[in-house]
């Protein structure tokens, strides 16, 4: 009887995602959900309730009247929960900006430089989605051409980040309770978003038009991902769970 020789003996396991970015990965996914629902009320507070203290006493009726006083608070709550969301997301977008220069194991650079043969490699990704034809070669790295788009979405996030602090400042009245630099920091590091989105209100819809670019980035990256895993049959969808995918590439395997 002949030996057949199993087909997939030359797949190889390769490290892909270490564990902080794995960590930062799906933080930011939970955290980005969490601000995502958080912020549409904010914008739109839709479900507004409960008396305040002052409105117990006033004459004055209608959907503000009704409910208890604790309910009042709803919008407090709401924003408290957007700005923990505000913090983890923050703190990803410093660590992943750490890791993009001084990562031992997968500093960006290694898959995105914005010219020469990295570009290449980015366009024949590009054009590998849309003709289905010559797949470029699996690598430890990030493909280019998903380290450019990541790179955009990480611009979106310093842009939220830095709108979002302009708002939460202008309601500041000069001091705080953690006493006057943290204000003056914040003007300090977010004033210019007032120039270049011309005032208080730019601010405001560059910080929500920003948001949908994020959701469209989330539906994108994620229909990109599984498209990979069907496609390609190595298996991408696990890097952020267990830190590998495979390949049939011969390459080095860690
Ligand atoms: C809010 C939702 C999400 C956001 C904002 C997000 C964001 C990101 C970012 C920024 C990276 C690059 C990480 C790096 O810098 O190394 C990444 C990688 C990745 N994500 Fe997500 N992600 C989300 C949800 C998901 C989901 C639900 C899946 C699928 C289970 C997924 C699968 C992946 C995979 C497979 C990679 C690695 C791609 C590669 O290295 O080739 N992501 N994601």
């Given at each position: 009887?002949k030996?057949?020789?199993?087909a997939?003996?030359d797949?190889?396991?390769i490290?892909?995602m ?5 960590v ?7 955290a980005l959900i969490?601000?995502?629902i958080t912020g549409?009320y904010?914008a739109?507070?839709?479900l507004?309730?409960g008396?305040?203290?002052i ?12 409910g208890?006083?604790?309910?009042a ?11 923990i969301g505000?913090i983890?997301?923050d703190?990803?977008f ?5 890791l993009?220069f001084?990562?031992?194991k ?5 898959s995105f430089?914005p010219?020469g ?5 980015a366009?024949?990704m590009?054009k590998h989605?849309?003709?289905l034809?010559?797949?470029p070669e699996?690598?430890?790295y990030?493909?280019p ?7 955009f ?11 979002g602090?302009q ?6 009245t000069?001091?705080s309770v953690i006493?006057?630099w943290w204000?003056?920091?914040m003007?300090f590091t977010?004033?210019w978003?007032?120039f270049?989105f011309?005032?208080?209100?730019g601010?405001?819809?560059?910080h ?8 469209i ?9 599984v ?6 049959k190595?298996g ?19």
């Amino acid at each position: 009887m002949k030996n057949i020789e199993p087909a997939n003996n030359d797949i190889k396991m390769i490290h892909r995602m270490t564990v902080i970015k794995r960590v930062i990965h799906w933080a930011l996914f939970l955290a980005l959900i969490n601000n995502i629902i958080t912020g549409f009320y904010i914008a739109y507070p839709f479900l507004m309730f409960g008396k305040s203290p002052i409105q117990a006493y006033s004459p004055s009726i209608g959907v503000l009247s009704t409910g208890e006083t604790y309910q009042a608070f709803i919008m407090a709550y709401v924003r408290y929960f957007h700005f923990i969301g505000a913090i983890v997301i923050d703190v990803a977008f410093f660590v992943w900006l750490y890791l993009a220069f001084f990562s031992l194991k997968e500093p960006l650079y290694k898959s995105f430089m914005p010219f020469g043969d990295k570009m290449n490699e980015a366009f024949r990704m590009l054009k590998h989605y849309f003709t289905l034809k010559n797949k470029p070669e699996t690598t430890r790295y990030q493909d280019p051409f998903n380290a450019i788009i990541f790179t955009f979405f990480h611009v979106l996030i310093f842009l939220q980040m830095v709108t979002g602090f302009q708002m939460y400042v202008s309601s500041f009245t000069g001091t705080s309770v953690i006493g006057g630099w943290w204000p003056w920091f914040m003007h300090f590091t977010t004033d210019w978003t007032l120039f270049v989105f011309g005032g208080l209100t730019g601010v405001t819809l560059a910080h929500l038009f920003i948001m949908w670019i994020i959701m469209i980035f989330i539906i994108y990256h994620i229909y990109t991902e599984v498209w990979r895993s069907v496609m390609w049959k190595e298996g991408d969808i696990l890097i952020p769970f267990g830190g590998y995918k495979y390949t049939k590439n011969n390459i080095e395997a860690e």
